[in-house]
């Protein structure tokens, strides 16, 4: 079975770009999240989706954050514009619901690095 | 307020030691779930266990164990006679409430020594 595909691996780009991650969640899964990591602040939610819809945005750090789920297999994180203070890398999971409750555990993409010079 | 306590930051062992990684939490939910992740030096987060609020029941595949225990609310993680590849950060999570957020520890990192 293919797990979370995530989209670059590494990305280096320059302050002010637009950068765009993309995330293929394991099929069948219906929930989907995106976490950023960092030395500093550890693993943050960003925000996570049930079927297709966004649930809790609560954890994007500001407007220049911005994500969509147009279907069941694709999702897209968009920075824009980005700051050097955005590197860090963004994970992407997915994960299924337990028959009458939540609680599944989540399956993890590789991350995609970024560095935002 | 949900919370997760991972209050060793790095652990140090030498192979086949035994090393206990200990968690900590704190819900007021009667019904939540506990998990454990590894990330490996090379990055990727690995889904290690899962585990419900009524199922006390310890757990032990291969070399690890789990010992769940709600009177202290810990969920502590052990890894018998170790490895050098056990080395990484191991994280330990929890999910309670109607949502699909996970409350992350702040992970420990373990490294083992040849």
């Known amino acids: 079975d293919a797990g979370v595909i995530q989209s670059p691996r590494h990305e280096v780009t320059e302050m002010g770009q637009e950068v765009t991650l993309r995330c293929k969640p394991i099929?069948?899964?219906?929930?989907l999240f995106w976490y950023r990591q960092t030395m500093m602040r550890g693993l943050e939610l960003l925000i996570y989706f049930n079927n297709n819809v966004p649930i809790d945005d609560s954890g994007m750090p500001e407007d220049r954050f911005s994500a969509k789920m147009p279907n069941a297999s694709f999702s897209t994180l968009k920075i824009q514009p980005s700051e050097p203070r955005d590197s860090a890398v963004y994970f992407c999971?997915?994960?299924?619901?337990?028959?009458?409750?939540?609680?599944?555990?989540?399956?993890f993409g590789p991350g995609t690095r970024l560095t935002v010079l | 307020a949900q919370k997760v306590t991972q209050a060793q930051t790095e652990i140090s062992v030498v192979e086949k030691e035994d090393v206990t990684l200990d968690c900590v939490y704190e819900t007021r939910d009667t019904t939540y779930y506990l998990f454990w992740y590894k990330q490996p030096p090379s990055g990727e987060l690995v889904f290690l266990i899962r585990?419900?609020?009524?199922d006390e029941q310890n757990e032990i595949s291969g070399r690890y164990s789990w010992n769940f225990q709600k009177s202290t609310s810990s969920f502590n993680f052990t890894i018998t006679a170790s490895q050098v590849v056990d080395s990484a950060v191991y994280f330990c999570?929890?999910?309670?409430?109607?949502?699909?957020?996970?409350?992350w520890g702040l992970g420990t990192s373990l490294a083992v020594n040849p």
């Open positions: 585990r419900n609020s009524f």
């Open positions: 999971a997915s994960s299924s619901r337990l028959a009458g409750g939540e609680g599944n555990e989540q399956f």
């Open positions: 999570a929890l999910n309670a409430g109607n949502n699909r957020k996970l409350i």
């Open positions: 099929s069948g899964h219906n929930s």
